[in-house]
């Protein structure tokens, strides 16, 4: 098990007339092990410079990135890396697809081969390990990137947005399979999303970002919500309802100040 700590973070990036614009500045943050954290915040505020952040993919202009209380100096090796876009090679199949990692990581091909086929088994893809990724829904490719990150076991999983591009009801479904995934297996995780929902009903907590430039953290949330937890029933619920309007009344605030500078004269 793993947590992981930004310590004082701040990222700055240069701008085209060369000056330095702060993203996100004086980050504290705490994402104890095994434990499921999402970042929520307005438009522009930072959450995935954050998770770059926490991946190594950029370095912090002050403060650090720490990995069981060790700085972390580089790629982060311990992590699986969720993206946006679910990065499939359509030139592969899907099989080929889920087993890349073991593939760069030296694993044989008949151990690969089998724990991918073991893993598409688990994500319900069973049948379509010779498909390629333009062949299959969305849902479906959701699926084939979650098998392919989780198939190298890492300690830390990092999601941005993950599910944002499915429709209601695939996005439930796919939430309600994370969770499954995730209960007991004692991964930490870090989830982005603008989703207020979504971070609610999967969280242990939810971590509010303010309006940027020089986004930081204001707002810290527990949620109390039960586990195992019924995704496509949760959302009806008098505690959820109470959180959601709990956190919403603070988020609303940061999104209209995003909304106010971003369109400011000149």
């Not at 007991?184 to 242990?204: Q, R, Y």
């Amino acid at each position: 098990m793993t947590d992981v700590s930004l310590a004082g973070v701040s990222i700055s990036y240069r701008g085209p007339d060369g000056s330095d614009y702060p993203a996100v500045r004086d980050v504290e943050l705490h994402v104890p092990s095994g434990r499921f954290v999402s970042v929520v915040g307005p438009t522009g505020c930072g959450k995935s410079t954050l998770l770059n952040a926490v991946a190594g993919l950029l370095a912090p202009t002050a403060g650090e990135v720490r990995v069981d209380g060790a700085p972390l100096r580089g790629l982060n090796e311990r992590a699986g890396y969720l993206f946006q876009n679910d990065g499939l090679l359509p030139w592969k199949t899907v099989l080929d697809n889920v087993a890349l990692g073991l593939r760069l990581r030296g694993v044989p091909a008949a151990e690969r081969n089998e724990r991918a086929q073991a893993w598409l088994r688990r994500v319900g893809l069973a049948g379509f390990e010779r498909s390629y990724p333009h062949q299959l829904s969305g849902g479906m490719r959701r699926r084939t990137s979650v098998a392919q990150t989780w198939i190298v076991d890492p300690d830390i999983l990092l999601m941005d947005e993950p599910f944002g591009a499915l429709d209601v009801q695939t996005r439930q479904i796919m939430e309600n399979e994370l969770l499954g995934l995730w209960t007991g297996s004692g991964k930490t995780v870090l989830f982005v999303t603008h989703d207020l929902d979504e971070a609610i009903a999967l969280s242990d907590e939810v971590v509010l970002l303010s309006a940027g430039p020089a986004s930081h953290v204001v707002g810290r949330y527990p949620i109390e919500l039960p586990r195992p937890r019924d995704l496509l029933n949760i959302r009806t619920q008098p505690a959820f309802t109470e959180t959601y309007a709990r956190i919403w009344s603070d988020l609303r605030e940061e999104v209209m100040t995003s909304y106010e500078r971003a369109n400011q004269p000149g």
